[in-house]
């Protein structure tokens, strides 16, 4: 199979300049970066791409047993890099790609420099001791919305995760990205995204890294940012201005401003 385009692959850039990737959070595929990659691409070689069932990808390379945890999604990552002969590079994930890194960060730590999580959570169910922002009643709600009306629970859902709503164009961009998404595929990886649970995975990662928390976020509250930065070895913590669980499209500069203080 051709990794490069199973995951639609994209490369901008010299080879010779270190190597940034990005990926993507769930409902999205890579165009979610531009704003980002316009900015990086004049000082890094950047590789974006869609996981399988986002965006332009080989939806016929969908499995639904390969997707049925996280591990499928980072054995992707892992794949996309042996495809291309990727080492030490810098890895900015979003929303669950943030724990799809973790988990291809600790089965090859050679491949990464530094892994910047941009609204990560390791769980997003309320435990004891641990506040994750949601009720397994209000997943269940969530899930069966899904199932009934999957279009319809995009359009309903997807600007309250944005969380601009002075900017409803940005609410529009994120609910036609998740109406672009297979509703069978969206499903399921939704399922494998809420209901996981990778809080014992965080001490295991050893490269360097950064979480950036918005300051409000329905995903991901702030406690999620300060349970990441205790839990982890090598991490720093920046509580961000930006709302939303999105920053890397309602404030491109806040982030992209948070992500080189970091790298430099």
Not at 81 to 91: M, P, R
Request: contains cysteine.
């Amino acid at each position: 199979m051709d990794i490069l385009k199973r995951n639609n692959v994209t490369i901008l850039g010299e080879e010779n300049k270190p190597t940034m990737v990005f990926a993507h959070g769930y409902g999205c595929d890579q165009n979610v970066w531009q704003d980002m990659i316009n900015s990086f691409s004049k000082d890094y070689r950047v590789v974006s791409f869609d996981y399988v069932g986002a965006g332009m990808s080989d939806l016929s390379a969908y499995s639904k047993e390969r997707y049925s945890s996280l591990n499928g999604y980072a054995q992707d990552i892992l794949e996309i890099y042996e495809s291309l002969g990727l080492k030490d590079t810098i890895l900015i994930a979003h929303s669950v790609s943030s724990m799809i890194g973790l988990l291809a960060g600790i089965q090859k730590p050679e491949y990464f420099k530094s892994i910047i999580f941009l609204g990560p959570s390791p769980r997003y169910l309320n435990d004891v001791d641990y506040h994750g922002g949601f009720e397994q009643e209000d997943l269940e709600g969530l899930f069966e919305m899904m199932d009934n009306n999957y279009l319809g629970w995009a359009r309903a859902l997807a600007p309250s995760i944005m969380g601009n709503p002075e900017y409803p164009e940005l609410g529009e961009r994120l609910t036609n990205s998740f109406c672009a998404t297979d509703p069978e595929i969206a499903q399921q990886f939704a399922r494998v995204t809420f209901l996981s649970d990778n809080r014992a995975d965080l001490p295991k990662l050893t490269v360097p890294s950064l979480t950036l928390q918005c300051s409000n976020d329905i995903i991901a509250p702030i406690s999620v940012g300060n349970y990441m930065n205790e839990n982890m070895r090598n991490n720093t913590l920046v509580i961000m201005e930006a709302t939303g669980h999105c920053p890397h499209m309602s404030a491109p500069g806040e982030t992209i401003a948070a992500v080189r203080n970091y790298l430099n």
